[in-house]
């Protein structure tokens, strides 16, 4: 059945439902905008209808909900800490949790490179197993958890220290150059080394084929590389230096970090026989040949061993002023041709026009001779040696009265047994 109203209190009527449904309107309003901030609308509560309930402020059967946030139980300890300076880069940070698990940790520099790391198996520390670098700041930011899953983060940062001193560092490799089989890679630092184990990590020397060299110091200002055997012909070795962020010594840094390649040429090894006076050049393939010198003489023998080509001079000049213990009259040879260095302490291999005693006696001081013309000839002896030779190259002298080579002097490293290299 209809009902009927009259017009009057049909107009009353739509004037009230137009006055609640605007309180409705801005009452919802406000539930939903506090509902968004506190989830079940903070102290009020709204039925499923929309209807508005007990209000916070209201008695009678509202309800009221705790808004303020739990903190995780988790405590974070990050060092070093917020703000340091001058950190060691080695061992100089570490990140730990108590009452929690830490669940992750990003340590990145300015550019966002990011330093590798660990956390434990317990999950209760985290250390990095990358490299810090020097003069660097780097920002950690850590998350751990607690047995209730509350998250505990923290954000922190520091600078690496920038180093006072630093050790030089040199070597004997031209980048991108071409040596013999037998080259060793000498590395002289411009300080003395203490910390010797962590230099030699961060020097790697490495060919191609997959052969490495080993490290063997002598002294503490000079480490030799070499592999086990004479490398392979056509290898490519790098010399890779990581040393910018190695404490090489107290207080004291490397100074570089930079790849340094160079190729293997052909095979060339010579071994001369001062007995016989002779020098048999093996290059490789089988093909050999003999060549007449003269070695040392009886008062100043040749060395024996394994020597290395270290340079080569078109002409030089010999002095004996310049040689210690030399036995007999002195010499001084201002024009000496075709002349290649083996030892720091003065034995060459060069050409010889001065003497007739090649593959005849041993009339030298010490020195391999060769027949040559006086200012150099290329078809001699000694100009065709001399042409076929390279930095690298093996010499190797055996059957002379002289001692053995000692591994420093010259790159005469082979000479040592790779037991004890």
């Excluded at 009020?44 to 309930?53: E, L, R, V």
């Excluded at 850590?142 to 899953?149: E, I, L, P, T, Y």
């Excluded at 962590?198 to 070499?226: I, K, M, N, P, Y």
């Amino acid at each position: 059945m209809e009902t009927v109203r009259t017009a009057g209190a049909v107009a009353g009527r739509g004037r009230r439902a137009r006055r609640s449904a605007t309180a409705l309107l801005v009452g919802g309003a406000l539930l939903l905008g506090t509902a968004a901030c506190n989830d079940n609308g903070g102290g009020g509560s709204t039925d499923a209808k929309g209807s508005a309930g007990a209000t916070a402020g209201g008695g009678g059967g509202g309800s009221t909900t705790d808004t303020t946030p739990k903190t995780s139980a988790a405590q974070l300890t990050v060092t070093p800490a917020d703000g340091a300076t001058d950190v060691q880069p080695k061992d100089g940070l570490q990140v730990a949790v108590a009452s929690g698990k830490l669940t992750s940790v990003a340590v990145t520099d300015k550019n966002g490179k990011t330093v590798e790391g660990k956390i434990a198996d317990d999950g209760l520390s985290w250390k990095p197993t990358g490299q810090l670098a020097v003069g660097t700041t780097y920002t950690v930011a850590a998350q751990a958890v607690d047995s209730a899953g509350l998250v505990a983060a923290s954000t922190t940062s520091f600078t690496t220290l920038t180093p006072a001193k630093t050790a030089s560092t040199n070597d004997n490799i031209a980048d991108n150059g071409t040596y013999g089989v037998g080259m060793i890679v000498s590395v002289r630092f411009g300080k003395s080394i203490k910390n010797k184990q962590a230099v030699e990590a961060g020097v790697t020397v490495t060919g191609s084929d997959g052969t490495v060299a080993r490290g063997h110091w002598f002294g503490d200002q000079r480490l030799d590389f070499r592999p086990e055997n004479f490398w392979a012909p056509g290898t490519k070795v790098t010399v890779k230096y990581r040393l910018k962020n190695v404490e090489v010594a107290p207080g004291v840094y490397g100074d570089i970090d930079k790849d340094e390649p160079f190729t293997i040429g052909r095979y060339q090894v010579s071994t001369v026989d001062a007995a016989a006076h002779t020098m048999t050049v093996d290059h490789g393939g089988g093909k050999t040949e003999v060549i007449p010198i003269t070695a040392g003489n009886d008062d100043n023998p040749s060395w024996n061993g394994t020597m290395v080509i270290s340079s080569k001079e078109v002409v030089t000049r010999m002095n004996s002023a310049t040689v210690a213990n030399v036995k007999g009259a002195e010499y001084d040879v201002q024009d000496v041709p075709h002349a290649m260095r083996l030892t720091t302490s003065g034995t060459y291999v060069h050409g010889n026009y001065w003497s007739s005693a090649f593959g005849k006696s041993n009339a030298s001081h010490g020195c391999v001779g060769l027949a040559d013309a006086k200012g150099g000839s290329d078809s001699t002896n000694g100009g065709k040696f001399f042409k076929s030779s390279m930095v690298g190259d093996v010499v190797k002298i055996k059957n002379s009265k002289g001692q053995t080579v000692s591994g420093d002097n010259g790159w005469s490293g082979w000479t040592i047994p790779w037991s004890k290299w």
